[in-house]
């Protein structure tokens, strides 16, 4: 059997292909404004859910009924617009993920097939869990780092009364510092982290696919470490709030990624290599990516 026979058959001229994409990215954009629609439908509750870790920060510093505001007639109706963008990309990316795959599998042979098919369906899987983890724990972490600002004048104040100096702590003076918190500014905050952590949670899926495309090896993954460190730790910078807990917990989740990403790469680069030996390809004694003399 021909290595021909592996490849799905497709004999179709160019400008049925063109049309076949056509078709496909109706179909994507459909679902996409599908999925919109219905996360509009519910946007204020959507909204509340994003909105969750600053209402407990603020609940957690001393207001039993937080409140948030909106400047402009039209801000909560283009914030709710945001929400469902953002919410129906997300609740429409296994049909854009089945259109793209219907779309391209025909010109692949079965063996990639099997090999693309994994990462299609562990990327948005790893983007959730990204998602997950900064909105449950780095934003409310960035939330209590930020607030906890304001409410550090009553601290000190605290501090002198436990003291038993009543006197100074009674002649405090000045403006009242109070969070006034706009919705679409505290949403930022929310959807920023979670693009991000979602995002750096697709560096296993990344490196993989590198990997198997030879555009990386394990060895140099490896080899590269310290420059690695150096770029996570100027992500966590950029993408945290100047906060070294919160820095440190990005850190240390994104290196240990790297760290996935070289095990799953020396997978990959060991199984390439046992089907080139059972090929034939290689002799036992020789690797495909030899050592530096």
């Known amino acids: 059997m021909s290595a021909d026979s592996d490849v799905d058959e497709s004999s179709a001229p160019l400008i049925q292909h063109l049309a076949e994409l056509r078709n496909r990215l109706i179909h994507s954009v459909i ?13 204020s509750t959507v909204l509340d859910f994003l909105l969750m870790p600053i209402e407990r920060a603020m609940i957690k510093l001393g207001n039993p009924n937080p409140t948030m505001q909106y400047t402009a007639p039209q801000e909560y109706l283009f914030t709710l617009f945001r929400v469902s963008m953002v919410g129906g990309l997300l609740l429409s990316f296994p049909v854009i993920a089945y259109q793209l795959w219907r779309f391209v599998a025909p010109g692949l042979y079965k063996n990639e097939q099997n090999a693309f098919l994994p990462f299609l369906i562990a990327s948005p899987v790893l983007f959730l869990l990204g998602a997950a983890f900064a909105h449950y724990i780095v934003v409310p972490l960035a939330m209590n780092f930020f607030l906890g600002f304001a409410d ?3 601290f000190l104040s605290a501090l002198v009364l436990q003291s038993g100096n ?8 000045g403006i009242d510092i109070v969070f ?16 991000a952590f979602g995002l750096c949670f697709q560096l296993p899926v990344l490196l993989t696919l590198m990997g198997k495309a030879g555009l990386a090896t394990a060895k ?9 460190v150096v770029g996570i730790l100027t992500v966590a910078a950029l993408v945290t709030p100047p906060d070294v807990i919160t820095q440190l917990i990005l850190f240390s989740v994104v290196y240990g990624l790297y760290e996935i990403s070289i095990f799953l790469v020396a997978r990959v680069e060991a199984k390439t290599l046992a089907r080139l030996r059972a090929e034939g390809v290689l002799d036992e004694d020789e690797e ?5 003399d």
């Open 31 to 43: 679902a996409f404004v599908v999925a919109m629609m219905v996360v509009f439908a519910f946007g």
């Open 152 to 154: 550090l004048p009553s």
């Open 166 to 173: 009543v006197e100074v702590a009674s002649q405090r003076s």
């Open 180 to 195: 006034n918190g706009k919705v679409n500014e505290s949403l930022d905050i929310t959807l920023k982290m979670i693009i």
């Open 220 to 228: 140099g993954l490896r080899s590269t470490r310290k420059y690695a």
């Open 288 to 292: 495909l990516w030899p050592e530096d």
